[in-house]
């Protein structure tokens, strides 16, 4: 069994800040990308940012310069700081990893169950 748990959503003014978190647990060999999606009410789900266990990172253009992503391989986390927050940046944002089990070596990606962002005055 493996699990993705988010954290660190919230409500925000537009130009605040937030820090989301997402930690992977379970039968866990290994991790190889992880990111960080959302869906916005009426839209499709849309990639935010993913990080490769290497340390190569993408941004949706629409993030980049305001939001970073970082990891932590030991624990197993993957974290979004998300700065200078618009009111369109309001969405469900989803963890996703792509993990490789211990016990049958059988790899696939996994998603969190998701944490409300909402930039509103």
């Known amino acids: 069994q493996v699990q993705l748990v988010e954290s660190g959503g919230g409500l925000v003014q537009p130009g605040g800040s937030l820090r989301l978190s997402c930690a992977a647990s379970g039968s866990i060999l290994s991790i190889n990308t992880m990111g960080w999606y959302r869906q916005a009410p009426g839209k499709q789900r849309e990639l935010v940012a993913l990080?490769?266990?290497?340390?190569?990172?993408n941004y949706a253009d629409s993030v980049k310069g305001r939001f970073s992503i970082s990891r932590d391989n030991a624990k197993n986390t993957v974290y979004l700081q998300m700065n200078s927050l618009k009111p369109e940046d309001t969405a469900l944002y989803y963890c996703n990893a792509l993990i490789t089990r211990h016990y049958d070596y059988s790899t696939r990606g996994y998603w969190g169950q998701g944490t409300q962002v909402t930039v509103s005055s």
């Open positions: 990080i490769t266990s290497g340390g190569n990172i």
